[in-house]
């Protein structure tokens, strides 16, 4: 089993940064393949951002390229969600996600994909 926290949301403004945290304890001794996603209210989850095992593949939704990036740091079994120029449209809860199985194609996209979840992190952003 694979725990993941994610952290470092909060209440912004529009235009402001915040840098989201996933931390994954547990069963780390392989690297998973993480994924973010998000939820706004009333709506479904979507997916934001993909990164591969080693950090060296990663998807972006269009409406956040040039805006947000992920990273991660094996060693601390953390993935990172840089979120700059925040928009009010960006407010959602943002989760964390890991597949237990290596993900090929599109599959990053769906969240069936995945198998160990976050509890989530709120991110608001105020105009």
């Known amino acids: 089993q694979v725990q993941l926290v994610e952290s470092g949301g909060g209440l912004v403004q529009a235009g402001d940064s915040l840098r989201l945290s996933c931390a994954a304890s547990?069963?780390?001794?392989?690297?998973?393949?993480m994924g973010w996603f998000r939820q706004a209210p009333g709506k479904e989850r979507e997916f934001v951002v993909y990164i591969s095992w080693n950090g060296g593949t990663t998807y972006y939704t269009d409406s956040v390229k040039g805006r947000f990036t992920i990273s991660r740091d094996n060693a601390k079994n953390t993935v990172y969600l840089q979120m700059n120029s925040l928009k009010p449209e960006d407010t959602a809860i943002y989760y964390c996600?890991?597949?237990?199985?290596?993900?090929?194609?599109?599959?990053?996209?769906?969240?069936?994909?995945?198998?160990?979840w976050g509890q989530g992190t709120q991110v608001t952003v105020s105009s």
């Open positions: 996600a890991a597949p237990a199985v290596p993900i090929y194609g599109s599959a990053y996209l769906r969240m069936s994909a995945y198998d160990y």
């Open positions: 547990g069963r780390t001794s392989r690297t998973y393949a």
